[in-house]
């Protein structure tokens, strides 16, 4: 999901669209939002741990190997950044391990392990809920990091990969200084002790585009997309985002700084973890 070319170019000024931007870039895929055929859960409610829904369609991917579609779902998909959940759907007594979730074709579809499923089954979806958790956590402390790193010394981030040990952000900035760095992370972890609210909410894409700088974001917005979910970390950060956070950063324990790599020209690499 990098595009650093989108993000080229010298910015002179921060705004609101600036932020919707940098993620609409990173998580693309991701905001279509609640499309007609997706019913993300996880979109309202990351909190969402069980949850009872009606199997669509099934597909064999080979032994052992099937693709199931659900009419809604609370598994987040691999996508921008964020790994998939994982986790079972049951019906009856009979579990379904559920080993990977992506996006296809606009649906979200798990992968289980076992044979059994058909249409119009109504099944119970439980979330492997310590993965998820900890990915929620990762993924609230990286819009932190990236904040306190775009505000002190103006870098933009040009990708991420979230992981259950660690994490991973690319920067484009130029100074490559690991004491600065370091000075990030601790005030990063000074807006974790302020235990900001953490909220999300779908913004409709005129009200969006209502702000400043409406031709940028005009311009990656594929048009189908009517509205955008925002996640706020309250008098911090915004931004456009499909990924699933915590409430409240207190939530995130500490985050560490494990290392930074340096990737060539204004590329940096930042690896941390949460303790
Ligand atoms: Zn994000």
């Known amino acids: 999901m990098e595009q650093p070319g989108v993000l080229a170019g010298p910015i002179t000024q921060r705004s609101v669209v600036q932020n919707l931007l940098r993620e609409v870039v990173l998580h693309l895929p991701l905001l279509f939002s609640n499309g007609a055929n997706m019913n993300a859960l996880y979109m309202d409610d990351s909190y969402l741990k069980e949850f009872e829904a009606k199997v669509e369609s099934v597909t064999k991917g080979g032994e052992n190997k099937f693709f199931i579609v659900l009419d809604k779902t609370a598994f987040y ?72 790193f775009h505000r002190d010394s103006g870098a933009f981030i040009t990708g991420n990969q979230l992981g259950l040990d660690k994490s991973r952000i690319d920067f484009s900035l130029e100074d490559f200084d690991r004491e ?23 913004l409709p894409r005129e009200e969006a585009i209502k702000i400043e700088n409406i031709t940028k974001l005009a311009n990656v917005l594929p048009p189908n997309i009517k509205e955008l979910r925002i996640v706020e970390i309250d008098g911090f950060d915004i931004q456009a985002d499909g990924g699933t956070h915590v409430k409240s950063t207190k939530e995130i324990g500490k985050i560490e700084f494990i290392k930074a790599e340096n990737k060539g020209k204004n590329n940096r690499r930042v690896y941390f973890k949460v303790v």
């Open 180 to 202: 600065k760095m370091s000075e990030y992370f601790a005030k990063a972890n000074e807006i974790v002790e302020k235990d900001l609210n953490v909220k999300t909410y779908f």
């Open 77 to 148: 998909p691999d996508s921008g950044g964020q790994p998939y959940d994982t986790g079972k759907l049951t019906k009856g007594d009979v579990e379904y391990p559920v080993v990977y979730v992506g996006k296809f074709s606009g649906n979200i579809s798990h992968e289980v392990s076992r044979e059994g499923l058909k249409e119009g089954d109504v099944v119970k979806g439980v979330i492997d809920w310590e993965r998820r958790y900890a990915l929620m956590r990762m993924h609230t402390a990286a819009h932190l990091i990236s904040e306190v």
